[in-house]
């Protein structure tokens, strides 16, 4: 699968005034606050719009809760009380986490896919079962306020803008990784091309 992660990612600056984020500041103290904060850095920086959790150290591609809490000088239960409490404020979906032990949610999506069209990249790949966004939402830019440009391609792919969006499913995402990769780069350019040159 591509590496579909952000350098940086939008932080709103009124969060600490969010009631969900008063709700786990309220229970929990300013730790609820940087661990939540510190899972959607992980978050947006890894896969873009969501976490695998993990134990197995083995595994470094997905996340290890262990090296997450000895980096940041915290205990294991004060992890598993903030991430309890994330996901009974909803600020992670619970279905998601229960079934694939992962986080995300509705707004970390909006954020991740609206924040690579506006940077024009070219592809992005998203898998069907950890989607829970509506992709229709991509065709208004809340950030510049106009239409973006929108249309389904042959392939079943969605194009918002510049931006090709592919869909595949998690068995899907080991087979011939490599090989697709280079391929889907290349037919994902031509079919931008065709439809448009790139905004300037």
Request: with cysteine.
């Amino acid at each position: 699968m591509a590496n579909n992660g952000l350098t940086y990612f939008p932080h709103d600056t009124n969060s600490c005034n969010d009631v969900k984020i008063r709700i786990l500041m309220g229970k929990i103290g300013f730790l609820g606050y940087g661990i939540y904060y510190s899972l959607l850095e992980n978050i947006y920086y890894e896969k873009g719009y969501f976490l695998e959790m993990n134990n197995d150290i083995k595994d470094p591609d997905k996340f290890i809760k262990e090296l997450f809490c000895s980096d940041r000088k915290i205990k294991e239960l004060e992890f598993d009380e903030v991430l309890l409490e994330c996901i009974n404020l909803k600020l992670f979906d619970k279905s998601r986490y229960e079934k694939y032990k992962i986080l995300t949610s509705r707004r970390i999506q909006d954020t991740y896919f609206s924040t690579i069209v506006d940077a024009r990249r070219l592809r992005c790949e998203v898998i069907n079962e950890l989607l829970i966004y509506d992709m229709d939402n991509l065709k208004y830019s809340k950030r510049t306020k106009q239409e973006r440009k929108t249309f389904k391609s042959n392939e079943g792919n969605t194009i918002v803008n510049n931006t090709v969006f592919t869909f595949i499913d998690f068995k899907d995402i080991d087979k011939n990784n490599n090989n697709q990769d280079m391929n889907k780069t290349s037919l994902v350019k031509k079919e931008v091309e065709k439809k448009w040159k790139p905004i300037v």
